[in-house]
C-alpha cells in the first residue's frame, strides 16, 4: 500500500523554547519554559528546565516559586511566533523532498526514497544545518523504511550522543539493535493504557513487542495495534498524507483570562471566536451545516454554582457567512445565559461541514448570498493585509487582543503576562537592533 | 465587465512569493461587448519589492534599527533592515551579530590579526571578536527600508 520506502522524521527540538531563543540568544544555555494558553501549565521545556525537574503540563502556579528560584525563564505561548517559524520550517524542509506530510507544528515526514543507502546520513545531516541556518531552529533527523521506525529514530537521535541528532536504520541489526534500546511506552501509537498492560506482560522493549504473535496484537490492540507491530518489523503500512483532509466539524473556544458574569462580555468574547472560526471554514472552501455554542462554569469548583450547557441549531441552508454565524451564535447564547454564574469558557462549534462549491443555490434566498459571498471575500482579503484586529463587529468590543497591558485588554481575553513580541509577523513587533 | 480574481500564492522554498498576496487581474474580454483588450495575453504581474529585497524570504527576517553606529553605510535609526540568515557572512559584508549580550549591526572584517566588527561611524570603536563564543553572526544585511 505505501509506495514511500524511506521516511524521515524532522522533529524540532523543543519547538516553542527554541522559536523563543531564536530572538534572544541570550538564552540559549538558560533553562527556559513555555506556558499553555492562558499561562496555565508548563507546555515546552528547554533540556536545562527538564534537567530542573519541571514536568510537561504542570500546572505553572505549582512550579512557579522555584523557577523564579531557580531563575527560569517563562514565556506565555506566543502562537503568532510559532505559526510562522513553523512555516518557514516546514518550507526549508520542502527542498529535500519531493513529498512532505505535516504531521504537527513542529514535525514533519519527508519521503527520501529518492536516496541511496550511503548518501541518508549526510543528507541528514545538511537538512539538520540548512534548517538551524536558515531558520535558527535546532531539529533532530531519523530516518527507517517505516514512519513508525522513524520516529523510533527520531527519538534515539536526541538520546544517543555519538548520533549528533541524526540516525538513519538501514540493516535489521541497526533496528534491533534501536528497538531493544526503545520501551514499549515510547512507541508511536502506543497510548498508556496499551503500555501499562503490555509492561505487565512482561513486554517492556519495542524489540518485545516486535516479536508479540499478530494474533494476539489484533485481538488485544485492534488494527491500529497490529500496524504498529508491523511497522516496528520493517512492514510500512502508513504512506504520506501530504495533504490535511478538509475536517468535518471545526471548532473554536478559548478559557476566559478570569471568569466572567456578564453576558456582554461572553458576547464579545463568543462573536470574536465566531469570526476566527468563519474564516477558518473559509480558508478550507467550505460551508456548515449547523452551528454548536457551548458555555461553562468551572466544573472543578466544588463551592460553585456549576453550569454547562450546548445548543446547536441546524442551518436551512449551508453558509460560510460570518453575518449569518454571528446572528446564530449570539442567539444561541443569549437563551443558554443563566445571570448570578461565573463563567469560564465559550466556544462555536461549526458542523457537518460541506464544501462550499456543492452548496445547491437556493432561488429565493440566493440574492442574499450572492452579497455575502462578495462581502466575505473582501473581509478575508482585508484582514489578511491588516489583521484580524483591522475589522470588527460592534459586538466584539474595541479591544485589542495583541495588546499586552492589562488595562487595554478585555476581561475575557487570555492572560498573557509573558507574551514575546511577534518578531515575524507584524512591523510593530520586529527586533530592534541598537546598531 | 470586468472579472477580478485575486489569486493569492502558497508558499514555496525556491519561489519569491510567499511575503505577499499577488494580484493578477484577468480582462474577461469575452463576454464584453466592445474591443477586445490588446493587453489581454499580455497580462504581467505587478512588481514585487520582496522580490528585489531578498532571494530567500524563508530564511529572510526584519528588524527595525535605533542607533546610529552604521550611519556611515546609510542605516539610520527607524530605517527596517532586511536579513538573509542562509548567507554566509564573508570579510566585507554588513552582518546581524549577537555580541556580549547584545544584537548589534556592524561590518565583519576578516584580518590577519582576527575578525572585526566595524562601525561605520567615527564615534564608535570597533569590536574585536576573540572567543569563538564570544560573538556569533545571526544573519546578513541584505537591504535596508526607508521610509522617506
Redesign the interface.
Known amino acids: 500500500m505505501a509506495t514511500t520506502s524511506r521516511f524521515a522524521l524532522v522533529d524540532c527540538n523543543s519547538f516553542y523554547v527554541s522559536c523563543e531563543r531564536v530572538f534572544r540568544p541570550e538564552l540559549e544555555d538558560v533553562p527556559v519554559v513555555v506556558l499553555s494558553n492562558n499561562d496555565g501549565c508548563v507546555i515546552a521545556r528547554s533540556k536545562e528546565a527538564k534537567a530542573l525537574g519541571i514536568k510537561m503540563g504542570t500546572p505553572y502556579f505549582q512550579v512557579k516559586d522555584m523557577m523564579e528560584r531557580e531563575r527560569v525563564e517563562v514565556f506565555s505561548s506566543n502562537y503568532e511566533l510559532y505559526g510562522d517559524m513553523s512555516r518557514r520550517v516546514v518550507s526549508t524542509l520542502s527542498q529535500f523532498t519531493p513529498n512532505l506530510e505535516i504531521y504537527s507544528i513542529d514535525e514533519c515526514f519527508l519521503d527520501l526514497s529518492h536516496l541511496r543507502p550511503e548518501e541518508v546520513e549526510a543528507y541528514g545531516h545538511r537538512i539538520r544545518h540548512t534548517v538551524e541556518r536558515w531558520t535558527g531552529i535546532p531539529v533532530s533527523v531519523g530516518v527507517a523504511c517505516t514512519k513508525t521506525l522513524a520516529k523510533l529514530a527520531n527519538r534515539l537521535a536526541k538520546k544517543r550522543a555519538k548520533a549528533k541528532e541524526v540516525l538513519a536504520l538501514h540493516t535489521p541489526a541497526e533496528i534491533e539493535e534501536a528497538l531493544r534500546e526503545s520501551s514499549v511506552k515510547d512507541v508511536w501509537g502506543i497510548g498508556r493504557q496499551h503500555a501499562k498492560r503490555l509492561e505487565q506482560l512482561n513486554v517492556v522493549t519495542a524489540w518485545d513487542l516486535s516479536r508479540m504473535p499478530e494474533g494476539w496484537v489484533k485481538k488485544n490492540m485492534a488494527v491500529t495495534g497490529l500496524r504498529t507491530l508491523l511497522e516496528l518489523r520493517g512492514q510500512p503500512c502508513q504512506d504520506l498524507e501530504p495533504e490535511t483532509p478538509d475536517r468535518k466539524n471545526i471548532c473554536t473556544s478559548r478559557s476566559f483570562g478570569r471568569p466572567l458574569t456578564e453576558l456582554e462580555d461572553i458576547a464579545e468574547a463568543l462573536s470574536t471566536h465566531t469570526v476566527r472560526c468563519a474564516t477558518k471554514l473559509r480558508r478550507q472552501n467550505s460551508c456548515a451545516t449547523g452551528v454548536t455554542v457551548f458555555l461553562m462554569t468551572n466544573r472543578f469548583a466544588v463551592t460553585e454554582n456549576v453550569y454547562c450547557n450546548s445548543r446547536t441549531i441546524q442551518l436551512p441552508r449551508p453558509t460560510n457567512s460570518e453575518l449569518e454565524l454571528l446572528s446564530r451564535a449570539m442567539h444561541l447564547l443569549k437563551n443558554m445565559f443563566r445571570p448570578g454564574k461565573r463563567y469560564v469558557k465559550v466556544g462555536i462549534i461549526l458542523n457537518d461541514l460541506v464544501p462550499a462549491s456543492e452548496v445547491q443555490l437556493d432561488l429565493f434566498s440566493n440574492q442574499d448570498g450572492e452579497k455575502h459571498k462578495k462581502l466575505m471575500s473582501t473581509l478575508d482579503t482585508l484582514r489578511q493585509r491588516f489583521g484580524h484586529h483591522a475589522l470588527k463587529y460592534a459586538v466584539q468590543g474595541n479591544k485589542n487582543e495583541k495588546d499586552v497591558e492589562e488595562e487595554k485588554r478585555a476581561p475575557w481575553m487570555l492572560q498573557k503576562k509573558f507574551l514575546s513580541s511577534p518578531y515575524t509577523t507584524s512591523l510593530k513587533g520586529l527586533l530592534r537592533i541598537k546598531t | 465587465m470586468k472579472a477580478e480574481v485575486?489569486l493569492?500564492d502558497r508558499?514555496?522554498?525556491?519561489q519569491l512569493h510567499?511575503m505577499t498576496?499577488h494580484r493578477l487581474e484577468l480582462f474577461s474580454s469575452a463576454v464584453q461587448a466592445g474591443f477586445p483588450s490588446p493587453a489581454a495575453d499580455y497580462d504581467a504581474e505587478p512588481i514585487d519589492l520582496n522580490a528585489y529585497i531578498t532571494q530567500?524570504p524563508?530564511?529572510t527576517?526584519?528588524?527595525?534599527?535605533?542607533?546610529?553606529?552604521?550611519i556611515g553605510a546609510h542605516?539610520e535609526p527607524g530605517d527596517?533592515?532586511v536579513i538573509d540568515?542562509?548567507l554566509q557572512a564573508t570579510s566585507g559584508r554588513i552582518v546581524?551579530a549577537?555580541v556580549a549580550?547584545?544584537?548589534?549591526?556592524?561590518r565583519l572584517m576578516q584580518k590577519p590579526d582576527g575578525a572585526y566588527l566595524e562601525?561605520e561611524n567615527p564615534k564608535y570603536e570597533s569590536i574585536r571578536i576573540t572567543q569563538a563564543d564570544m560573538g556569533?553572526i545571526?544573519g546578513v544585511v541584505v537591504g535596508i527600508v526607508k521610509k522617506v
Open positions: 485575486i493569492i508558499p514555496d522554498v525556491m510567499d498576496a530567500n524563508t530564511a527576517f526584519l528588524a527595525r534599527v535605533e542607533g546610529d553606529s552604521m542605516i527596517l533592515v540568515r542562509s546581524l549577537f549580550g547584545e544584537f548589534t549591526i556592524k562601525p556569533r545571526w
